[in-house]
């Protein structure tokens, strides 16, 4: 079973959803949770992979579908620090081309639409 958890970010205008556990079709609550977050016209949703131990294919439909209601609804959708099997599986199924995929939380914050860019470090532009 999987754990769900939303919270405000520190980050900026932003919800983070965090997941841990094992993510499959037997967890409605992951869904139920997307969806709020789409009704509630959150501008952008970071879901943080970082605690899943397992993801099957009815978990990526439907956060990727959650994404696209997302946009569609002038709202962005990325996933933050994917843990090894979530990473597997988004590269497999090439969903890591549907979605932005970011190291950090931070990172996705960084990359949100209207955000202001990074100077690079190192002094090579």
Do not use: Y
């Not at 970010?9 to 977050?37: F, I, N």
């Not at 950090?104 to 100077?119: D, I, L, W, Y």
């Amino acid at each position: 079973m999987v754990s769900v958890a939303a919270r405000e970010s520190a980050e900026g205008p932003l919800r983070v959803l965090e997941l841990a556990g094992e993510a499959d079709m037997t967890c409605r609550h992951l869904k139920d949770a997307l969806d709020a977050e789409v009704a509630a016209g959150t501008p952008l949703l970071v879901v943080d992979l970082s605690g899943l131990s397992f993801m099957d294919s009815w978990t990526l439909r439907t956060i990727l579908a959650a994404g696209r209601e997302l946009r569609g609804a002038g709202g962005t959708m990325a996933l933050a620090n994917p843990s090894r099997i979530a990473r597997r599986v988004l590269e497999l199924t090439e969903a890591d081309t549907l979605v932005p995929v970011h190291d950090s939380v931070v990172e996705a914050s960084r990359r949100r639409p209207g955000a202001r860019a990074q100077a690079p470090s190192g002094g090579c532009p």
